[in-house]
């Protein structure tokens, strides 16, 4: 079934998830529903009987599921507007003998049920007939009937909440089934005089109309945005130390970002993994849970200078929607951080050659004589 989804932002507390920001709303639509439920009760020369057709099932309503494309399934409403009618009828019979009246009456409830969901709606309607008489005397076998009688439309509306750890059932591209019941249903049927000759009896029928339209509106949030980059999408950093001096101390600082936007839900880093040169760097990554839109988290990447040569790692960043609402509906997703850098030896100092020291010995003995002779 397809869903028609209305986007409105709203401002609400999703107190059920924990989430205090504005949210967005989507419907499936009202979809119809018509159905009828009846009990007959019926009574030979008795004074009353009663018949019941308890748990009778009015309507299944197919509902248009979330599309977890849109965002977080964050809460669900079942939005109900009905309304039930009544109907009763009978009949009586009887032969020679005393007169006699015959009538009956009816009692109801209902209930919506569904994943997460069970409305019940009290009190019970009830409804009574109007009756009819049989004559007194040798008749012979005469009938009498009565009604239908009929009340007004009894309003039958509410808006409930799905439980939260049904809201999975509310996703996907299909549909969500509802069901509409009349828990109890019962009819009685009354003659007023047993006296006189067998065969006499009496009978009621109830009948329960429930009509209206059910419709699933869903409140949810867009999905996370991860990124390298606070401005923009960026899936992937590459952070290039070049080339640096053997034992000396390097590092970058980077940082991951949920874009802005106020209709977000939160961010997770769950975990990363590294491949290649990781002994070389220090990524200074740890997870964080639920960094909100527009927010960020810094780090600092460092190259390991210890040993010499040429180093390349790649790491991959496992991040996620925040844990809220319908686990069904929060998305994955990676980012790719590359370091690389060249680690050389400290230039060493340069040795003097023997010759040169005693050049410069000499020089020092020449400066003493001219120092005497001018003495």
């Known amino acids: 079934m397809s869903t028609n989804f209305q986007l409105t932002a709203i401002a609400l507390l999703l107190s059920v998830c924990g989430i205090s920001q504005a949210s967005l709303t989507a419907s499936s639509g009202?979809?119809?529903?018509?159905?009828?439920?009846?009990?007959?009760?019926?009574?030979?020369?008795?004074a009353s009987a009663t018949n019941s057709n308890n748990n009778a099932a009015i309507a299944t309503v197919a509902i248009g599921q979330f599309n977890a494309a849109s965002g977080v399934l964050t809460g669900v409403d079942l939005q109900l507007d009905s309304s039930r009618t009544q109907t009763i009828n009978g009949a009586g019979n009887k032969n020679n003998g005393p007169g006699r009246t015959v009538n009956g009456s009816g009692t109801s409830s209902a209930l919506l049920?569904?994943?997460?969901?069970?409305?019940?709606f009290s009190p019970n309607l009830s409804q009574t007939g109007s009756?009819?008489?049989?004559?007194?005397?040798?008749?012979?076998?005469?009938?009498?009937?009565w009604g239908p009688t009929s009340s007004a439309a009894t309003a039958t509306a509410t808006t409930v909440a799905v439980d939260e750890q049904n809201l999975?059932?509310?996703?996907?591209?299909?549909?969500?089934?509802?069901?509409?019941?009349?828990?109890?249903?019962?009819a009685t049927t009354t003659m007023s005089s047993t006296m006189?000759?067998?065969?006499?009896?009496?009978?009621?029928?109830?009948?329960v109309n429930w009509a209206g339209t059910l419709q699933a509106n869903f409140s949810y949030l867009l999905?996370?945005?991860?990124?390298?980059?606070g401005a923009g999408e960026s899936n992937t950093l590459i952070l290039d130390f070049g080339n640096v001096a053997q034992n000396s101390v390097n590092s970058m600082n980077f940082s991951l970002f949920n874009l802005a936007n106020a209709d977000r839900i939160g961010l997770d880093f769950d975990s990363v993994s590294g491949s290649g040169d990781t002994g070389a760097f220090d990524t200074g990554l740890s997870t964080f849970t639920n960094l909100a839109e527009?927010?960020?988290?810094?780090?600092?990447?460092?190259?390991?200078?210890?040993?010499?040569?040429a180093f390349s790692a790649q790491y991959l960043l496992n991040l996620s929607d925040a844990d809220l609402g319908a686990s069904s509906t929060r998305q994955n997703y990676q980012l790719?951080?590359?370091?690389?850098?060249?680690v050389v030896a400290a230039a060493a100092p340069v040795p003097v050659p023997g010759a040169v020291w005693l050049f410069g010995s000499a020089l020092g003995f020449a400066g003493l004589l001219r120092r005497k002779v001018n003495a």
């Open 196 to 207: 006189g000759q067998a065969g006499s009896g009496s009978s009621a029928t109830y009948k």
């Open 113 to 120: 049920s569904a994943a997460g969901v069970s409305a019940g």
């Open 168 to 186: 999975n059932d509310y996703v996907g591209n299909g549909s969500a089934n509802a069901s509409l019941s009349l828990p109890t249903l019962s």
């Open 131 to 145: 009756g009819c008489s049989l004559a007194m005397g040798p008749t012979g076998a005469i009938s009498c009937s």
């Open 30 to 46: 009202p979809v119809g529903f018509n159905g009828t439920a009846t009990v007959i009760a019926t009574g030979g020369q008795v």
């Open 294 to 309: 527009s927010g960020s988290q810094s780090f600092i990447a460092n190259l390991l200078t210890a040993n010499t040569g």
């Open 223 to 229: 999905h996370s945005l991860a990124s390298f980059d």
């Open 336 to 342: 790719t951080l590359n370091l690389t850098g060249n």
